[in-house]
Structures are given as structure tokens and as C-alpha cells.
């Protein structure tokens, strides 16, 4: 069954809860229809019949880190807020062989294909040693590699102190995005400038990790929303974190928000990460290190939301997949689950450049069955079934078999 092109998927549920059935075609939904018929389950190999499951569009995770994914237990790590995550990693790092980079960055890309994800951008750091672009050259290997079932963007973490000769030479290694930390560096309008001029040279979009602190005295955005209107970059550029918009008074948030909707400047809230970094200081009452979601929302600005890091020193936790992202942003973030949904998919495609997905006519059929009976029961995480398309063919099935000493759920 794996890799079979299916033709058509009946007896599920949309995401509304209407029931339908869609025809598939050359990697595209070609026909939908609502409609709650009986359907012969024996329909063939390239058909899927799921009565009790949930169609809805792949996922998407819009900011990875890849290259550090599953380090947790080889960095020597401690518990705590970001420059202790960037002090354990840097010293991991210093010695981290390529190979060490290939087989754990694997890992997350099967891991978030497991549980419905097929686009992935990952931020991959220059490394310190002979050969700085040894963990660069790994993903980039691994997006060829794995071309066939996930779109992979590469996106350059570049750091202030890397010289611009190096920058270039990565660049030339085929990297997708450019990205970077204006807000680590002695001067972050100079820095931000900096790399949007690469971006300029190169004809790459921008991802830059944003203001990734509480409290409003830090706020790189600002010279960020300013470069990207200048230079008409409305829709090829993408703020990640932006943790400090959630600390603003909402006086000043008003109309900093309306200056990002003008601009086109993308967000991107990371929950799981920023939840675990910020805040330490707080012993009581202690904030949420997440950003101004319902503000930016209801300014229709487009935000996407993902994991981050997995397992790594910037967060031991992390489960590569969109349910925990959604699970966040519903409990801790308060959006509904209309919206969580469209965090980890139809917004993050589009941030991320790429063409629709999804159960309706004519987008591209990168498709997630989960046995689930409502929206809710999706987002919160399933685990007892995922089926994954991309381009219509079957890249992933997962099922679990659940054994008990009695039955446990009443039959009504």
C-alpha cells in the first residue's frame, strides 16, 4: 500500500464534520462530494474507505530546527532559558560531526512524515571548526534525498559573527531562505539590513527569529517591518517568535500590528519552545511566552504556528507533530480550533510559499487521515491512526492495536 497513488476516499468527515467523498487525479483533489452514501468498502488498493476518520489538509511545520533535533542527551543539558539552551548547544557543537547531523535531522523528517507533516522549513545553524557548512550540507542532502514524499525548505541561520564570504558560500550550497537573529546581535537594524541584502542577492525570501524574549524593551520589528515594506518583500518574509508583541500594551500593539498587515510580513508562533524558555524569571503570575495571536488574527495578519525544537537543549520535549502545536495553541494561546488548524496548514503553506493543499477541488491532494469524529478530537492527538498523502500517494500509515484486561468503552 505504501506509495500507491489513491483515486478516491470515501465515508470520512471534513473538517466541519460534513461527510464526503473525493476523486483524486495527477496529485490533485478533482471532485467533492457531500454526501453520506454507502459505499462498498471493498473498493480496491486505490481506494480508501475510513468511516469514523477525518480528512484534512497535511501539515505543515514552518520552523524546524533540525539539525539540533534529538541532541537533548548528547549535550551535556541543563534545564533553563534561551542562552543556557545556546551555551549547551555551541559546546556540543564545536565537536559534532556531520554524520551526527544526518541521522538525527532524518529522524525529525520521518518523524513529522509519521504524523501528517509534508512541508517542512528548517533554520540550520553555521557551525564553529574546520568546516562551519558541514550541518548545512547534511539537510540539503536530506531535501534531495527525500524530495519524492516532503517538500523541505532550507532556510540559513546565519550569525552576526559569520563574515559575509561565508554567508555567500553557504548560500551557493542551494539554500532556500534566509534567516538569522537580529535581535542576539550588538546591532540589530545593521543586522537585519545585513541579511536582507543577502536575501536581495540571492532572490530568497526571509524567516528571522524575532524578538524571542518577554517584555517590550526589546523590539527588532520594528527595523524589520521597516526593510521589508522598503523593499517591497510583502509576502516573502516571515517574523518567527515575536514573544515580546504579547507583553505590549495594547496602545502601542494597535498600531505596531497595522504597520506588520501593511508591510505583509508573515508571523510565526512557536509555543512549545517559548513556553519552556521564557518566563523563568517569574516565580509567581508567570507569563505566557507566546505571541499577540488574537490581535494579530483579528487584523488579519497571517500567522502560522509549529514546534520548533524537538528534544534538543532549547526544549526536552517536542513531539514532531501538528496536534501538539494545535493542543498549545488552543489551551495556552485561546484560538479556536478553526483557527489552530490553520496555523499548522493553509497559513503555514502559505508563508512558506506554497501552493494550497487540501480537501477541495483543484489543490494539490497533500492529505492527513485521522480517526477522529470531530475537529476537537483531532487537534487535541490522536494516536491511534494517521494515513498521510503527498500528491495523492500514500507516504506514511501509522496504526496502533490497544489490548486491555476488559473493554473498557461502553457500546451504546
Given at each position: 500500500?505504501?506509495?500507491?497513488?489513491?483515486?478516491?476516499?470515501?465515508?470520512?468527515?471534513?473538517?466541519?464534520?460534513?461527510?464526503?467523498?473525493?476523486?483524486l487525479?495527477?496529485?490533485?483533489?478533482?471532485?467533492?462530494?457531500?454526501?453520506d452514501?454507502?459505499?462498498?468498502?471493498?473498493?480496491?488498493?486505490?481506494?480508501?474507505?475510513?468511516?469514523?476518520?477525518?480528512?484534512?489538509?497535511?501539515?505543515?511545520?514552518?520552523?524546524?530546527?533540525?539539525?539540533k533535533?534529538?541532541?537533548?542527551?548528547?549535550?551535556?543539558?541543563?534545564?533553563g532559558d534561551?542562552?543556557?539552551?545556546?551555551?549547551?548547544?555551541?559546546?556540543?557543537?564545536?565537536?559534532?560531526?556531520?554524520?551526527?547531523?544526518?541521522?538525527?535531522a532524518?529522524?525529525?523528517?520521518?518523524?513529522?512524515?509519521?504524523?501528517g507533516?509534508?512541508?517542512?522549513?528548517?533554520?540550520?545553524?553555521?557551525?564553529?571548526?574546520?568546516?562551519?557548512?558541514?550541518?548545512?550540507?547534511?539537510?540539503?542532502?536530506?531535501?534531495?534525498?527525500?524530495?519524492d514524499?516532503?517538500?523541505?525548505?532550507?532556510?540559513?541561520?546565519?550569525?552576526?559573527h559569520?563574515?559575509?564570504?561565508?554567508?555567500?558560500?553557504?548560500?551557493?550550497?542551494?539554500?532556500?531562505?534566509v534567516?538569522?537573529?537580529?535581535?542576539?546581535?550588538?546591532?540589530?537594524a545593521?543586522?537585519?539590513k545585513?541579511?536582507?541584502?543577502?536575501?536581495?542577492?540571492f532572490?530568497?525570501?526571509?524567516?528571522l527569529?524575532?524578538?524571542?524574549?518577554?517584555?517590550?524593551?526589546?523590539?527588532?520589528?520594528?527595523?524589520?517591518?521597516?526593510?521589508?515594506?522598503?523593499?517591497?518583500?510583502?509576502?516573502?518574509?516571515v517574523?518567527s517568535?515575536?514573544?515580546?508583541?504579547?507583553?505590549?500594551p495594547?496602545?502601542?500593539?494597535?498600531?505596531?500590528?497595522?504597520?506588520?498587515?501593511?508591510?505583509?510580513l508573515?508571523?510565526?508562533?512557536?509555543?512549545?519552545?517559548?513556553?519552556?524558555?521564557?518566563?523563568?524569571?517569574?516565580?509567581v503570575?508567570?507569563?505566557?511566552?507566546?505571541?499577540?495571536l488574537?490581535?494579530?488574527?483579528?487584523a488579519?495578519?497571517?500567522?502560522?504556528?509549529?514546534g520548533d525544537?524537538?528534544?534538543?537543549?532549547?526544549n526536552?520535549?517536542?513531539?514532531?507533530?501538528?496536534?501538539?502545536?494545535?493542543?498549545?495553541?488552543i489551551?495556552?494561546?485561546?484560538?479556536?480550533?478553526?483557527e489552530?488548524?490553520?496555523a499548522?496548514?493553509?497559513?503555514?503553506?502559505?508563508?512558506?510559499?506554497?501552493p494550497?493543499?487540501?480537501?477541495?477541488?483543484?489543490?494539490?491532494?497533500?492529505l492527513?487521515?485521522v480517526?477522529a469524529?470531530?475537529?476537537a478530537?483531532?487537534?487535541?492527538?490522536?494516536?491511534?491512526g494517521?494515513?498521510?498523502?503527498?500528491?495523492?500517494?500514500?507516504?506514511?500509515?501509522?496504526?496502533?492495536?490497544?489490548?486491555q484486561?476488559?473493554?473498557m468503552?461502553?457500546?451504546p
Amino acid at each position: 500500500m505504501m506509495g500507491t497513488e489513491i483515486r478516491r476516499i470515501t465515508g470520512v468527515r471534513l473538517a466541519g464534520g460534513q461527510p464526503c467523498d473525493v476523486d483524486l487525479a495527477d496529485g490533485v483533489v478533482r471532485c467533492l462530494r457531500l454526501s453520506d452514501r454507502d459505499i462498498d468498502a471493498q473498493a480496491g488498493p486505490d481506494h480508501l474507505h475510513r468511516p469514523g476518520w477525518m480528512l484534512l489538509p497535511s501539515a505543515v511545520e514552518p520552523h524546524a530546527h533540525v539539525d539540533k533535533a534529538f541532541s537533548w542527551s548528547l549535550t551535556n543539558p541543563l534545564y533553563g532559558d534561551l542562552e543556557t539552551a545556546i551555551n549547551c548547544w555551541r559546546t556540543y557543537a564545536e565537536q559534532m560531526p556531520a554524520t551526527d547531523v544526518y541521522f538525527r535531522a532524518r529522524r525529525a523528517f520521518s518523524t513529522y512524515l509519521a504524523h501528517g507533516i509534508t512541508a517542512v522549513r528548517s533554520h540550520v545553524d553555521l557551525l564553529s571548526g574546520p568546516d562551519p557548512l558541514r550541518g548545512l550540507a547534511e539537510v540539503v542532502r536530506l531535501r534531495e534525498e527525500l524530495r519524492d514524499v516532503m517538500t523541505i525548505q532550507v532556510a540559513l541561520l546565519c550569525s552576526s559573527h559569520s563574515p559575509l564570504s561565508q554567508l555567500h558560500e553557504a548560500m551557493e550550497l542551494g539554500v532556500d531562505v534566509v534567516g538569522g537573529c537580529p535581535h542576539l546581535s550588538p546591532d540589530p537594524a545593521a543586522e537585519t539590513k545585513r541579511l536582507l541584502d543577502l536575501a536581495d542577492r540571492f532572490g530568497r525570501p526571509v524567516d528571522l527569529h524575532t524578538d524571542e524574549q518577554l517584555g517590550a524593551d526589546v523590539q527588532t520589528i520594528r527595523p524589520y517591518i521597516s526593510e521589508v515594506a522598503r523593499r517591497g518583500l510583502g509576502g516573502r518574509a516571515v517574523a518567527s517568535h515575536c514573544v515580546s508583541l504579547g507583553s505590549m500594551p495594547m496602545s502601542e500593539l494597535t498600531p505596531l500590528i497595522e504597520q506588520i498587515r501593511q508591510a505583509g510580513l508573515g508571523i510565526v508562533s512557536l509555543p512549545i519552545t517559548n513556553l519552556y524558555l521564557q518566563g523563568r524569571a517569574d516565580p509567581v503570575r508567570r507569563p505566557r511566552g507566546i505571541t499577540a495571536l488574537r490581535a494579530l488574527l483579528d487584523a488579519n495578519v497571517t500567522v502560522a504556528a509549529g514546534g520548533d525544537n524537538v528534544r534538543d537543549p532549547f526544549n526536552p520535549m517536542g513531539r514532531a507533530d501538528p496536534f501538539e502545536t494545535t493542543s498549545l495553541l488552543i489551551t495556552a494561546g485561546h484560538l479556536g480550533a478553526e483557527e489552530a488548524l490553520a496555523a499548522v496548514t493553509t497559513n503555514g503553506r502559505r508563508l512558506l510559499g506554497l501552493p494550497p493543499a487540501g480537501p477541495a477541488i483543484g489543490q494539490r491532494a497533500d492529505l492527513m487521515l485521522v480517526r477522529a469524529e470531530t475537529l476537537a478530537d483531532a487537534l487535541a492527538g490522536p494516536g491511534d491512526g494517521r494515513i498521510v498523502l503527498y500528491g495523492g500517494r500514500i507516504v506514511s500509515r501509522t496504526t496502533v492495536q490497544v489490548e486491555q484486561a476488559h473493554n473498557m468503552i461502553p457500546t451504546p
